[in-house]
């Protein structure tokens, strides 16, 4: 039982993981939506009730105004790419002559920039139109701070450039206050308040959204998850329920379903969830490995197996090698060797070359933990060795190959002086081993070696240094069980002394 309620806590745990880029690139489908391309559209006219009156004894102005009208109805890369021109041409000669040029005129250029960065295909040039678009539109704010289409179409510029939603979050605030009710704004402004992990402004604003237009899948998907994380189970699932009517194929959708299906203890349904999502064929590395963990909840070993298997075969690289470790360490926890074996093969089949140090050293240490499981001593010492040559200080195998020796069986055919020799140097590399694991950086390890450390001094009757690694062991964490263990070691030290005074 306690198994299952460790491995229910690492279920949950993926869904409320930390955003990765799958999420950046799902908002930003929203710009490719039709109603998004009739909102830009609206973006080159003009509204007098929040914008800047054109002065029209601007002749210059009147005159850009004039050349670039008929292009932007064109619309094509090229008449955009002119407009843009046109208005630089007029920006320029406005700021030669010591004259602001026209808030309108900016925020035209900006909106036109910022409609080319979308469609170019060259990085270079995307990034470039956009440093364009930022920066024409931010002196359409400074010129007019309560111009609201500059303030909106600066937010959706920022939105979309890298490490820049601080900077948008702001502009589509503030083009909130001067009262912008587009869904679009309120979608975004929510995506960037669940990035920051802010959940409950992240659902107002998500839900302002939806009131506005309700069709937006995006943002519903979003919602969706703002719920899940607010632990809000049962609504998350019934709108994942509705989004998947639209999207059956969407992997994701599935998994969040899956995990909502965990958290109200349904582990049947979420099990059901995940094999239809991998007989469909649309089930991926994360499907599988969220699958595998079902199975293990179920004491289904060799079925969770083949679902770590699986997964391992469709990851692309090794971002998720973390999981893959847990996955092994839960089977080996679970006596599950053999299907360990297969899994540690797995990873290291797919990757192969491209497995760092650590890495590396972290799959023989499991090999290692299945040899000494099996039976299999010699391989095991090996591994461990190769271990500690590549990492010194891997306080897992110091610890693992010290307990390997100090338990190290001896052929009962040999002499005995002989068996007396291999145990006393056995006993020596053990306590070679133990010592450097008390040294490492690691509490936990420390207190472990300190504690086997004293069972070997035990069993040699050097009862004082087994006192003392006791008590050093309780010093970095004190435990119920080691202090009756430290009390029975002192009673017979205490013993063992007055005998000898005695004699």
């Known amino acids: 039982m306690k198994k299952s309620i460790l491995l229910l806590a690492g279920l949950l745990g993926l869904a409320a993981a930390p955003l990765d880029a799958r999420w950046s690139e799902e908002i930003m489908a929203v710009f490719r939506s039709p109603a998004w391309e009739r909102a830009f559209v609206g973006g080159f006219g003009v509204d007098p009730g929040v914008e800047p009156e054109i002065d029209r004894q601007d002749q210059a102005l009147m005159t850009a105004l004039g050349e670039i009208r008929p292009l932007i109805q064109a619309g094509s890369d090229s008449d955009l790419r002119q407009v843009v021109t046109i208005l630089e041409g007029y920006v320029r000669a406005r700021r030669a002559a010591n004259q602001t040029p026209s808030a309108t005129a900016l925020q035209i250029a900006g909106t036109v920039s910022m409609r080319l960065a979308e469609t170019v295909s060259d990085p270079g040039e995307r990034r470039t139109r956009q440093s364009q678009a930022v920066d024409f539109l931010r002196q359409a704010t400074e010129a007019f701070p309560n111009f609201l289409r500059a303030h909106k179409n600066l937010a959706n510029i920022l939105f979309r450039m890298e490490n820049r939603r601080e900077d948008a979050k702001r502009h589509f605030i503030r083009a909130i206050e001067l009262g912008d009710m587009d869904a679009f704004t309120f979608g975004l402004l929510g995506f960037i308040y669940f990035e920051e992990g802010k959940l409950v402004s992240a659902e107002a604003a998500l839900r302002q959204s939806l009131m506005v237009n309700p069709t937006t899948f995006e943002f519903r998907q979003v919602?969706?998850?703002?719920?899940?994380?607010?632990?809000?189970?049962?609504?998350?699932?019934?709108?994942?329920?509705?989004?998947?009517?639209?999207?059956?194929?969407?992997?994701?959708?599935?998994?969040?379903?899956?995990?909502?299906?965990?958290?109200?203890?349904?582990?049947?349904?979420?099990?059901?969830?995940?094999?239809?999502?991998?007989?469909?064929?649309?089930?991926?590395?994360?499907?599988?490995?969220?699958?595998?963990?079902?199975?293990?909840?179920?004491?289904?070993?060799?079925?969770?197996?083949?679902?770590?298997?699986?997964?391992?075969?469709?990851?692309?690289?090794?971002?998720?090698?973390?999981?893959?470790?847990?996955?092994?360490?839960?089977?080996?926890?679970?006596?599950?060797?053999?299907?360990?074996s297969a899994v540690i093969s797995a990873i290291s089949n797919r990757f192969g070359n491209r497995l760092s140090d650590a890495q590396e050293v972290d799959l023989l240490t499991f090999t290692s933990q299945v040899n000494l499981a099996t039976g299999r001593e010699a391989e095991a010492r090996e591994n461990l060795e190769r271990i500690i040559r590549r990492d010194p200080f891997n306080a897992s195998a110091l610890i693992t190959l010290a307990n390997y020796y100090a338990n190290a069986p001896i052929d009962r055919d040999l002499p005995a002086d002989q068996r007396d020799r291999i145990r006393r140097e056995n006993d020596q590399r053990a306590i070679l081993y133990f010592e450097r694991a008390q040294d490492v950086d690691n509490v936990d390890f420390q207190v472990r070696a300190y504690i086997d450390h004293a069972r070997l001094r035990v069993r040699r009757q050097e009862l004082d240094e087994a006192q003392n690694l006791l008590e050093s062991a309780q010093g970095l964490r004190p435990q119920s069980f080691i202090a009756e263990y430290l009390n029975q070691i002192r009673a017979a030290n205490r013993a063992r002394r007055a005998a000898a005074a005695a004699r």
Do not use: H
């Open 223 to 340: 919602l969706a998850q703002v719920l899940f994380n607010q632990q809000r189970f049962f609504e998350a699932e019934a709108m994942i329920t509705e989004l998947l009517f639209e999207r059956p194929n969407s992997s994701e959708l599935w998994n969040l379903q899956s995990n909502a299906f965990i958290a109200t203890d349904r582990i049947e349904e979420a099990a059901r969830n995940l094999e239809m999502v991998r007989m469909m064929g649309v089930a991926d590395s994360a499907s599988l490995r969220l699958l595998g963990d079902v199975y293990m909840n179920k004491n289904m070993v060799e079925e969770a197996a083949e679902a770590y298997v699986e997964a391992i075969e469709k990851a692309s690289d090794l971002t998720a090698f973390r999981d893959f470790a847990s996955s092994v360490r839960t089977l080996i926890n679970f006596q599950a060797y053999d299907q360990a």
